[in-house]
């Protein structure tokens, strides 16, 4: 799966530094939605300077190479994962707001349309909060 990842930030033509490589491999250890603070946290044992605003950064073009997905929880924070879908598909998020497991969905018929109201669509995101089975 890592090497997923790295040939996914080749094709962006993006640098395979360290500390990169380190944050792919700390996603991959966790297995969870983080915040930027706990990647920071987890990459300090590796690294001596390490600031938030690259780890920012670096999520952030994690984000559009496709290999993290950014959510926000219940709590409103911002939170980073693995993006689980094969290809790049387009899909959207279901976030447990009790334990804040996060699920996966896609329905391309959602958003067929080109115009909403005049505005020529461009773009969307959409994430839906509910309680996963283990919750209910």
């Known amino acids: 799966m890592k090497?997923?990842?790295?040939?996914?930030?080749r094709k962006k033509k993006l640098k395979l530094t360290p500390r990169r490589k380190a944050i792919i491999d700390?996603?991959?250890s966790k297995e969870r939605f983080l915040t930027p603070e706990t990647v920071r946290n987890g990459l300090k044992k590796k690294f001596k300077h390490v600031g938030l605003p690259s780890i920012y950064r670096n999520l952030e073009s994690f984000v559009?190479?496709?290999i993290l997905t950014k959510i926000q929880r219940p709590d409103r924070k911002l939170y980073y994962g693995l993006c689980k879908a094969k290809n790049s598909q387009h899909h959207h998020h279901i976030i447990c707001i009790k334990c804040g497991k996060v699920g996966e969905?896609?329905?391309?018929?959602?958003f067929k349309q080109k115009t909403i109201?005049?505005?020529k669509i461009l773009s969307h995101s959409l994430?839906?909060?509910g309680l996963c089975p283990n919750c209910q």
């Open 105 to 110: 969905f896609s329905n391309r018929n959602l």
């Open 3 to 9: 090497e997923l990842y790295l040939t996914m930030l």
């Open 64 to 66: 559009k190479c496709g």
């Open 117 to 119: 109201n005049g505005f």
């Open 127 to 129: 994430q839906l909060e």
């Open 26 to 28: 700390f996603f991959l």
